[in-house]
Nanobody, 119 residues
Framework: QVKLEESGGGLVHPGGSLQLSCVTS????????MGWYRQAPGKERELVAT???????NYVDPVNDRFTITRRRPANTVNLRMTDLKPEDTAVYYC?????????????WGQGTRVTVSS
């Protein structure tokens, strides 16, 4: 079974930095795209950043000057470097991977890693 495992979350002060990591296992093929989503208490899950197989990245406006997503395809890993963290960044961050193989769509999620930004 394909599994995504996130790590790197924790408690930081405003202005601090964290790097989240997502390691995948159980897949014989690389994914077409991977990304990070987040969900704050009482809020819907929202997109943070994505990166496709060609290395093209996409960020939502609140993070596009502060976060950086990177991917290492042979290991099917993706990282999210977060700087200048703000209280509104507090959320559970989820790793996502998707692809299309053999004419079928595949979409996987990790269990999440919690990020808390507070003074």
């Amino acid at each position: 079974q394909v599994k995504l495992e996130e790590s790197g979350g924790g408690l930081v002060h405003p202005g601090g930095s964290l790097q989240l990591s997502c390691v995948t296992s159980g897949s014989r093929f690389s994914f077409d795209a991977m990304g990070w989503y987040r969900q704050a208490p009482g809020k819907e899950r929202e997109l943070v950043a994505t990166i496709n197989s060609a290395g093209r990245t996409n960020y939502v406006d609140p993070v596009n000057d502060r976060f950086t997503i990177t991917r290492r395809r042979p290991a099917n890993t993706v990282n999210l470097r977060m700087t200048d963290l703000k209280p509104e960044d507090t959320a559970v961050y989820y790793c996502n991977a998707n692809g299309k193989w053999g004419g079928r769509d595949y979409n996987y999620w990790g269990q999440g890693t919690r990020v808390t930004v507070s003074s």
